[in-house]
């Protein structure tokens, strides 16, 4: 029998992949359930140590920054040619630049819009054609309860860029969906890694953390077990969701 988030035969790519969180526990998730799996990170230098860290799998590595237009076309199109198919596409890059909004400037506001939003335009339109005309294929996008709280102070962008993202989900999901095709997201809420502490205050921190009714913080392998979900064939009914990883701190009705 087959259990059904068995993704043996199936090829997953996953962005910004290589740092310390969410992208690389979900990378090595979907390896350790039978996926080939292609981690794609902006900085090369981190993809080659990721995929020497993941080397017990079926993992290979390419330098990806979302942004980079052509460099997406080129990828996707190395993959194909690479691996012959793409199932999975996790889009898991994002960026803030806090600042108050009357102090943001353009070029933080369309960085942050480019990394979060675009980017995940710019997957998705690469590799749609391929899934459409495979009759198959699962998007899973990362956003962020953010997206309908706008919790963290000074984060404007990203809250926009991530509803954005919400938006863009359900648009595709309807247009992808007569070919079998699914686009959902997982909005993560608080989950540490290294690098956020540089991003949002230790105060606010432990603000964010004292209000999750589970008593503690996700951490990146609770937000990929549900990328994991989604991605396979257990969810196989389930498309334009977005579904909150956050320790009950962004109920919705
Ligand atoms: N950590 C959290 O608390 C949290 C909460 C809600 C949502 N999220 C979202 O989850 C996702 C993962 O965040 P994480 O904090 O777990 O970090 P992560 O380790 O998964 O991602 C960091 C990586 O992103 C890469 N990256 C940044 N810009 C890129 C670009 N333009 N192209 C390709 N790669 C790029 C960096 O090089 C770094 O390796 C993001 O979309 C983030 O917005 C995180």
């Known amino acids: 029998m087959q ?6 035969g199936r090829v997953a790519l996953v962005t910004a992949a290589a740092g310390p969180g969410i992208g690389r526990a979900t990378a090595g998730l979907l390896a350790e359930h039978g996926a080939t799996v292609v981690l794609t990170d902006r900085a090369g230098d981190r993809v080659a140590e990721a995929v020497r860290d993941l080397a017990r799998t079926d993992v290979h590595g390419l330098t990806l920054d979302v942004t980079d237009e ?6 996707f199109e190395q993959v194909l040619r690479d691996h012959g198919r793409i199932d999975i596409l996790v889009n898991n890059a994002g960026t803030s630049l806090p600042a108050p909004i009357w102090e943001i400037s353009t070029a933080a ?18 590799v749609l054609p391929h899934m459409i005309a495979r009759g198959s294929g699962s998007i899973v996008n990362i ?3 953010e997206a309908w709280t706008s919790r963290t102070p000074g984060n404007t962008a990203y809250h926009a ?16 969906g007569p070919h079998q095709v699914r686009v959902n997201c997982v909005a993560p809420g608080l989950t540490p890694n290294p690098l956020l502490s540089r991003v949002i205050p230790e105060q606010d921190l432990r603000e964010m953390r004292d209000e999750i009714p589970l008593g503690r913080p996700s951490t990146p392998e609770d937000i990929a077990d549900s990328v994991l979900f989604l991605a396979g064939d257990a969810s196989r009914s389930i498309t ?13 009705p």
Request: aromatic residues 4%.
């Open 143 to 145: 956003a962020s309860t």
């Open 161 to 176: 860029a991530k509803a954005g993202l919400l938006a863009l989900t359900r648009s595709t999901a309807v247009q992808v």
């Open 240 to 252: 334009g969701e977005t579904i909150a990883v956050c320790g009950g701190s962004a109920m919705r």
């Open 109 to 126: 506001w369309r960085k942050v819009v480019d990394v979060c939003l675009t980017g995940a335009f710019f997957t998705m339109r690469a």
């Open 70 to 75: 052509q460099r997406v076309a080129e990828v």
């Open 3 to 8: 259990l059904k988030n068995d993704l043996t």
